[in-house]
T-cell receptor, first 115, second 114 residues
Framework: SQTIHQWPATLVQPVGSPLSLECTVEGTSNPNLYWYRQAAGRGLQLLFYSVGIGQISSEVPQNLSASRPQDRQFILSSKKLLLSDSGFYLC??????????????FGNGTRLTVT | AQSVTQLDSHVSVSEGTPVLLRCNYS??????LFWYVQHPNKGLQLLLK??????LVKGINGFEAEFKKSETSFHLTKPSAHMSDAAEYFCVVSEGAGGFKTIFGAGTRLFVKA
């Protein structure tokens, strides 16, 4: 069966510090991978998605970047965090392109607080 | 263009009574529709999905939803609420393969009273 791992679960970082959140998927090949952010009291915002190694699409211009160095690894980064980067970050995967109507499968999320 | 509207920001029920969480959608194509549940500080868990097969979809934990094309609705129901059902629920519409044309509703917070 497929599993998705996301870490760390919680993170407190000062303004201006770098960020690296990691997500890995097991039990599937060539998944589509996603980073979402969920701000307090708000819905889910798609930040990045990837359909393959090295292929990243950004949905929202911002202080963050994403990379996919391996097929089942997705990393969210920032060089300098802002207060507005605080939120709940969720990694997700779905069956790769060509399989219509595949649901998203989420990790347990990372609670990021920028102080 | 697709959109999804969850008609209630919060719903409160007593344990043992029915649950109804309402969702309307808009889509230019034949959409896929999903319901997810999120417990505090957890990721979203798939409850059920509609993908153009049977209009009445049964999911996990006793939940089900009915796709009504004429009403553009996909309401989530459960005959008897349990305390563990207290969580946030998201209605989701997707038009394309791969998930990047997925739109989330704003969520409905379900409170269950003892």
């Amino acid at each position: 069966s497929q599993t998705i791992h996301q870490w760390p679960a919680t993170l407190v970082q000062p303004v201006g510090s770098p960020l690296s959140l990691e997500c890995t998927v097991e039990g599937t090949s060539n998944p589509n991978l996603y980073w979402y952010r969920q701000a307090a009291g708000r819905g889910l915002q798609l930040l990045f998605y990837s359909v393959g190694i090295g292929q990243i699409s950004s949905e929202v211009p911002q202080n963050l970047s994403a990379s996919r160095p391996q097929d089942r690894q997705f990393i969210l980064s920032s060089k300098k965090l802002l207060l507005s980067d605080s939120g709940f970050y969720l990694c997700a995967w779905s069956v790769g392109t060509g399989y219509a109507r595949s649901p998203l499968h989420f990790g347990n999320g990372t609670r990021l607080t920028v102080t | 263009a697709q959109s999804v509207t969850q008609l209630d920001s919060h719903v409160s029920v007593s344990e043992g009574t029915p649950v109804l969480l309402r969702c309307n959608y808009s889509s230019s194509y034949s959409p896929s529709l999903f319901w997810y549940v999120q417990h505090p500080n957890k990721g979203l868990q798939l409850l059920l999905k509609y993908t153009s097969a049977a209009t009445l979809v049964k999911g996990i934990n006793g939940f089900e939803a009915e796709f009504k094309k004429s009403e553009t609705s996909f309401h989530l129901t459960k005959p008897s609420a349990h305390m563990s059902d207290a969580a946030e629920y998201f209605c989701v519409v997707s038009e394309g393969a791969g998930g990047f044309k997925t739109i989330f509703g704003a969520g409905t917070r379900l409170f269950v009273k003892a």
